[in-house]
């Protein structure tokens, strides 16, 4: 039998790592070969922390050479996390470097020269690397804890919190409504759609962008009779939300099937882009967000980028859009057709179908028979997507009174920027 070259040792081992990844077994090998010497290693001190400031502080004690460190910090966090990808990465580097010097996270692994599975570990590294990637940036960029996002502008007030999602930075935050002024309480990374955001047909392999409403919970068991074996992809459970919701039906989006959802048992965290388009979460930390999560009622806002805000800044923004809200209530009431009508879009469609045009006829014909209207807005909530094509969603329990009609219904306005100005896009009756 020929002799196995260092450079093909190398590569077996690397490969039972990210491949065959051992979780907390350790690493066999022929320690009486000349090939491959071990010698003795300093012993480190595991940083403490969540998983993910442990494997940011693994990452940083190996770019300081801090190696004793770094392998402790990478051991313990596998031996509580055995299925974390990211970590055997970072055992594999660590066991590279002893032959190498390597230059970037997952550089060992250019050292296999294996041909069949190429292609998967190039596309399982790339992954990886775009992991460790997001959750550096986004430690190298924390939120400033004096901003505010400029996507919650108004909960009403049986919204304890809002969840909003970040694609740019593949982060989630939950907020809490703080006297009607978002507080932020936690945020985790999360996983989106494989091709990305702005979902537009059905299997597209993308995360929709919108406001949406948690409408359902579905536990594992109930997960488990419905789907079988294929119920592991959703891990501890899954929370859909309203998606398509009233634009996307109007602007001819397919599609179903958005969740909030676990990762599967073997996996304890997916790539930023892995998902068919549900936003994924590792599994405890699924289990963190659902216990802010109120049954149609919580908004979920799927962003492309976040608009950070300084308080005045938001406050400002807030009363602009309240503002727009109540000047559109007072036109409506004055039965000033052409005042009324200044406030919606070209491109408007009404939950029935309306058009711009049919909407003027429709409303012209209902002032003309009206002698007063009284209108109030009740339980108002105004969420915004920032990035891209800027949208504000207003939900609000409607009171419409007058001469010859009394009416009640919770309704929903979509708006969005034409020319400088906000006009309405959309408006019917809320379906969530």
């Not at 002893?98 to 970037?104: D, G, H, I």
């Not at 959802?261 to 659902?290: F, I, K, W």
Request: hydrophobic share 40%; net charge positive.
């Amino acid at each position: 039998m020929p002799r196995l070259t260092r450079r093909t040792k190398r590569a077996i081992c690397l490969v039972s790592l990210l491949l065959l990844a051992p979780a907390a077994q350790p690493l066999m090998v022929d320690s009486g070969s000349k090939y491959f010497m071990l010698t003795p290693e300093e012993a480190g001190t595991a940083a403490q922390g969540s998983p993910e400031e442990r494997i940011l502080a693994a990452i940083d004690f190996i770019r300081s050479g801090n190696m004793a460190d770094a392998r402790a910090t990478v051991d313990a966090l596998l031996a509580e996390k055995p299925n974390y990808r990211l970590a055997h990465l970072l055992r594999a580097d660590l066991y590279a470097m002893r032959a190498v010097p390597l230059e970037s996270i997952g550089a060992g692994a250019n050292q296999i020269s294996i041909a069949a599975p190429a292609q998967q570990i190039a596309e399982r590294l790339a992954d990886l690397r775009k992991e460790a990637q997001v959750r550096i940036n986004y430690r190298n960029m924390p939120t400033p804890p004096d901003l505010l996002p400029a996507n919650i502008l108004k909960f009403n007030d049986q919204q304890k919190y809002a969840v909003l999602v970040d694609a740019d930075t593949s982060r989630l935050y939950i907020f809490a409504n703080q006297q009607g002024v978002p507080k932020m309480v936690k945020d985790h990374y999360v996983t989106v759609g494989k091709l990305g955001v702005g979902k537009q047909v059905e299997g597209d392999q993308r995360t929709p962008i919108g406001v949406y409403f948690v409408n359902k919970h579905l536990p594992r068991p109930l997960l488990d009779r419905t789907y079988g074996e294929l119920a592991d992809l959703y891990g501890v459970g899954a929370w859909p939300i309203s998606y398509p919701n009233e634009l996307d039906k109007s602007n001819k989006k397919t599609g179903y099937g958005i969740w909030l959802h676990g990762s599967p048992a073997a996996t304890y965290a997916r790539p930023p882009q892995a998902s068919n388009g549900c936003v994924v979460l590792t599994n405890e930390e699924m289990l963190d967000v659902a216990q802010y999560l109120q049954i149609g009622t919580t908004p979920v806002i799927v962003s492309p980028k976040i608009e950070w805000l300084s308080r005045n800044e938001w406050q400002k923004r807030h009363l602009a859009a309240n503002s727009l809200i109540e000047q559109w209530k007072t036109a409506w009431e004055s039965l000033n057709t052409e005042q009324y009508l200044n406030f919606y879009g070209n491109q408007f469609s009404s939950a029935e179908g309306l058009d711009l045009a049919s909407w003027r006829q429709q409303k012209t014909a209902v002032n003309t028979s009206k002698k007063w209207t009284k209108i109030a807005l009740n339980e108002l909530s105004i969420f915004a997507v920032t990035g891209g094509q800027p949208q504000m969603v207003a939900t609000f329990e409607q009171d419409y009174r007058s001469d010859n009609l009394d009416n009640k219904m919770r309704k929903r306005l979509y708006w969005q920027p034409e020319g400088s100005e906000w006009k309405i896009r959309w408006e019917g009756n809320a379906s969530n």
